[in-house]
């Protein structure tokens, strides 16, 4: 059974239009994360949360945002997609940040 | 991670050949790591974690050493198989925190 579920697996948004992409898990984590992946790159980590307490990288831009209203969701949020925000989103869980993270299968975004 | 001269981007076996991937890993302070396979289209598996209180550490098939003086991580496969073709990233936890940051990651393709 999944355990770390992102809807939906593809998402097709239309540039500058807000989109809010979902995850949801099964295991009670105290820790979720959002990454964004390009293609042939690495996850780049843009932030997480530990239970309610937000961490931000310093590097993520201003138009993405995050919103965890329970230990079971989070969602990201980009407010105004550009081009380049064409990615694979990855959502992933841990119980402590020093257990291992299990990861959803992604949601592609395409912006048009 | 950065490349420090041991990062490869490809590594091409053959199948039942050992399997070495490397890693260099940019902080310090970073006390846990992992070792992720991403097959494509998929979120990443997690295969073998470490703490920092080791050096070594085995799983079925795996192996991962950790060098902390030169900040170096490495992944042995034993008798690589097919099935064993993906991208394989080392992931550290940053901090006193919880934050998990990807390396580069190294394509592994295994022919028969």
């Known amino acids: 059974d999944a355990m770390v579920i992102q809807n939906p697996r593809y998402q097709v948004t239309q540039f500058g239009k807000p989109v809010t992409l979902s995850c949801s898990q099964t295991?009670?984590?105290?820790?979720m994360y959002w990454y964004q992946q390009k293609s042939s790159q690495a996850p780049k980590l843009l932030f997480h949360?530990?239970?309610?307490?937000?961490?931000n990288e310093a590097d993520t831009p201003d138009n993405f945002q995050s919103r965890r209203p329970n230990t079971s969701f989070c969602f990201l949020d980009i407010r105004s997609p550009g081009l380049g925000d064409a990615a694979m989103y990855l959502c992933?869980?841990?119980?402590?940040?020093?257990?291992?993270?299990?990861f959803g299968q992604g949601t592609r975004l395409t912006v048009v | 991670g950065e490349s420090v001269g041991l990062h490869l981007p490809t590594l091409s076996v053959q199948e039942g050949d050992n399997s070495i991937i490397n890693c260099a890993y940019s902080?310090?302070?970073?006390?846990?790591f992992i070792w992720y396979k991403q097959e494509s289209g998929k979120g990443p598996q997690f295969i073998i974690d470490?703490?920092?209180?080791?050096d070594k550490r085995q799983g079925q098939r795996v192996t991962v050493l950790l060098n902390k003086t030169v900040k170096h991580l490495s992944l042995q496969i034993a008798a690589t198989q097919p099935g064993d073709s993906a991208v394989y990233f080392c992931?550290?936890?940053?901090?006193?925190?919880?934050?998990?940051?990807f390396g580069k990651g190294t394509t592994l393709s295994v022919s028969s």
């Open positions: 992933a869980t841990s119980q402590t940040g020093y257990t291992e993270a299990f």
């Open positions: 992931a550290e936890n940053r901090q006193a925190g919880t934050a998990l940051i």
């Open positions: 295991l009670n984590h105290n820790v």
């Open positions: 470490i703490r920092s209180n080791m």
């Open positions: 902080n310090s302070a970073s006390d846990y």
């Open positions: 949360y530990y239970d309610k307490d937000f961490n």
